[in-house]
Structures are given as C-alpha cells and as structure tokens.
C-alpha cells in the first residue's frame, strides 16, 4: 500500500487543492479543506492510501490536472508501512 501526499507551495491556491481532493479523492468540502489546511500549515497532507497501481494514477491524474491549470502543486507517493 502508498500513502498518496498533496505537498505545499506558495503559488497554489487553497480553493484548487480543494477542488483536487474533492474530485480527485471523493471528499466532502469539509474533509478537503481540514486536509488543505494540513497541507498549508505543516507543508504536506495525506489524501489517501492505495495500492501501488492506484496511488501511481492518483499522482499523475492530480499532477496533470495541476499543470493544466498552471499551478505546481506537487503530489508524490511514498510505501506505507
């Protein structure tokens, strides 16, 4: 299993990391804003805990969309132990 991380940045708005949790990990408004605070105030917050094949679409799907958007909010995989 791969914990799946939203990290801060200082460019990203708070609304679009939001919006990213909502879409891209099925949270209500008020799970995704608790966690975009995480990420805000202690520079990473964990949005969920995948298998490896899953934690990897996550990631590209949340980072494309990011870039799409031109924002560099960056989001990484890490084993879960």
Do not use: W
Request: aromatic content about 10%; some cysteine.
């Amino acid at each position: 299993m791969y914990k799946v991380l939203l990290l801060n940045d200082d460019y990203t708005p708070m609304d679009f990391v939001i919006s990213v949790l909502e879409r891209f990990f099925g949270m209500g408004r008020e799970k995704a804003t608790a966690i975009m605070l995480k990420v805000h105030n202690e520079g990473v917050g964990l949005a969920g805990v995948y298998p490896r094949d899953i934690a990897e679409t996550k990631v590209n799907q949340v980072t494309g969309y990011a870039r799409a958007h031109q924002h560099p909010l960056q989001c990484v995989m890490e084993e879960y132990r």
